[in-house]
């Protein structure tokens, strides 16, 4: 998927639907990180991929196509946030978390515990949820997020030291976080 886009000038229906495929659920996860809200998540990730088929010229291979989408998913979130009518139409509350019942003892307790962890980080402030939510969940580099987020490598330590510090205190010692790689 990599290599057929960026070699391309324009996208092909065919290329765009595995784009959307390889990348859509990553995309929309990332906007419901930022939004807290399905709705908007819904329609942020329509945007970006609106913007991509536009403007898939401006992909210049100086990131990887994940990480350009994922900062075309920022910016258009924080559009979303920013946006006085979407601030009055969409109160974001609490994440409510859907429970399933297993059958397994053991896999129950390992959902919960990452339920536990997941709204721990989405309790976090913006800047402290996206650091850990991009280093963690998508695995980009120290490098790669400084570049996504228009930031020093140095601030995206900082800020990834803070937010574990704060996860590490909500959480308790049972979920202290591994030192991280850059």
Do not use: C
């Amino acid at each position: 998927m990599e290599g057929s886009i960026r070699t391309m000038a324009n996208l092909d229906p065919v290329t765009f639907e595995a784009l959307m495929n390889e990348y859509g659920q990553e995309v929309w996860n990332y906007a419901y990180s930022i939004v807290k809200n399905h709705s908007m998540a819904d329609d942020i990730t329509q945007d970006v991929f609106l913007q991509v088929f536009r403007h898939v010229v401006s992909f210049r291979n100086e990131s990887s196509i994940k990480t350009w989408l994922l900062k075309i998913t920022r910016n258009i979130s924080y559009n979303y946030r920013k946006s006085a009518f979407i601030r009055k139409v969409f109160l974001v509350g609490n994440v409510s978390l859907r429970e399933s019942s297993q059958s397994a003892e053991q896999t129950y307790l390992e959902n919960e515990a990452a339920n536990e962890v997941w709204i721990a980080v989405l309790k976090l402030p913006v800047k402290a949820r996206e650091i850990l939510i991009l280093h963690g969940k998508y695995q980009l580099s120290i490098s790669e997020i400084a570049v996504l987020l228009d930031i020093s490598e140095g601030a995206v330590r900082s800020r990834l030291f803070a937010a574990r510090k704060k996860m590490n205190v909500r959480l308790g010692e049972d979920y202290a976080y591994e030192p991280f790689r850059s």
